[in-house]
C-alpha cells in the first residue's frame, strides 16, 4: 500500500520539532531538506490543528505540548498558553511585556512580545533566558507579594545566603513588609529605581492558578517616557486582564494538579 507523502513529510516537521525542542525556519529547512515555502505550509497547517505554536521572542517554532500530560513548571507550556495573549496585550498596549517564571532567587524571562511592540526600536528587552532579580525587578517582586508564605520564606532565605547586589534587602523585615503591604494594595509591583540595567521601567502583575503564583507578566518601558503611575493608569487594566486570561487557560487546561494524589497520570 502506498504512503502519503505529504503526510509523511508533516510528520517528518513534527518529530524534528519534537526532538529539537525549538528550532527556526533556516534550522528546520537544514534538517529535514524541506524546502523553505513547503515547510511554512507544513508549519502553518500544524499551528491550525494546535500541533505547533510560534514562540514570540525569537520567531522559533515548537511541538505544542499535552497540557494535561505537562507538570505546572514546565516553562514551554506556559509558554505556549500564554503566546496569543502576549500578542494581542501588545496590540493594545504598544509597549513591550514580558513573561517570566520563578526559579529558585530569581525570575526566568521565558518570552517576550518585544518584537511585535511599536515602542521597542531605542532600548531592547532583555532576551529568553535572563535572570531578574527577586527583590528589585517587578516581575520578582509581584511574585514575592504574591506566591504563598512558605515559597516566600524559602526565597528569601536563599537570597540571605549570598552576598549579591540586592539581596540585603531580605535581612530587612521592615522594607520587605512596606515592600508587600505596597505592592499587594496596588494590586502591581514597580520597578526598583536602583535596578537600572537597561534604562527601562516595569510594571508586573502575578499569574496564579490554585493559590499557586506560576509566573508573571510585565510591561516595560524607557523609564525617561512615563512614570509607572501613568503607565499603570493607562494599561493596568489590559495587564491584569491578560494575565487573568493565562490564568483562565491554565486552570481549564489542569482541572487537576498532577501532585493530587487522585491526579489521573
Known amino acids: 500500500m502506498k504512503t502519503i507523502s505529504s503526510l509523511e513529510r508533516g ?3 513534527l518529530r524534528t520539532l519534537q526532538e529539537m525542542r525549538a528550532a527556526s525556519l533556516h534550522d528546520l529547512y537544514q534538517v529535514t531538506g524541506i524546502p523553505k515555502a513547503t515547510l511554512l505550509r507544513i508549519l502553518h497547517t500544524c499551528n491550525q490543528q494546535g500541533l505547533v505554536w510560534q514562540r514570540l521572542a525569537d520567531g522559533a517554532f515548537l ?3 499535552r497540557p494535561q500530560r505537562v507538570p505546572y513548571d514546565d516553562t514551554e507550556w506556559l509558554g505556549q498558553l500564554a503566546t496569543q495573549v502576549l ?4 496590540e493594545r498596549v504598544m509597549w513591550p511585556s514580558v513573561l517570566t517564571v520563578p526559579r529558585l532567587d530569581y525570575m526566568e524571562t521565558i518570552d517576550t512580545n518585544s518584537p511585535r511592540a511599536y515602542f521597542d526600536e531605542v532600548v531592547p528587552v532583555a532576551p529568553i533566558g535572563f535572570r531578574s532579580h527577586m527583590l528589585l525587578g517587578a516581575s520578582g517582586r509581584a511574585y514575592i507579594a504574591f506566591c504563598p508564605e512558605r515559597e516566600r520564606e524559602a526565597v528569601l532565605r536563599r537570597l540571605r545566603e549570598h552576598d549579591a547586589p540586592g539581596n540585603a534587602y531580605a535581612h530587612d523585615s521592615k522594607w520587605l513588609n512596606r515592600l508587600l503591604a505596597t505592592t499587594r494594595s496596588r494590586g502591581y509591583s514597580v520597578r526598583a529605581p536602583e535596578y537600572d540595567f537597561d534604562g527601562r521601567n516595569s510594571i508586573a502583575v502575578p499569574i ?9 507578566v510585565n510591561v516595560t518601558w524607557r523609564r525617561t517616557v512615563m512614570s509607572a503611575q501613568e503607565v499603570a493608569r493607562r ?31
Open 11 to 13: 510528520l517528518h516537521v
Open 235 to 265: 494599561h493596568l487594566d489590559d495587564l491584569k486582564s491578560a494575565a487573568h486570561r493565562i490564568e483562565e487557560q491554565v486552570a481549564a487546561a489542569t482541572p487537576q494538579r498532577l501532585d493530587d494524589p487522585g491526579a489521573d497520570v
Open 63 to 65: 511541538a505544542s505540548l
Open 208 to 216: 496564579r492558578v490554585h493559590g499557586e503564583v506560576l509566573g508573571c
Open 87 to 90: 500578542e494581542e496585550l501588545c
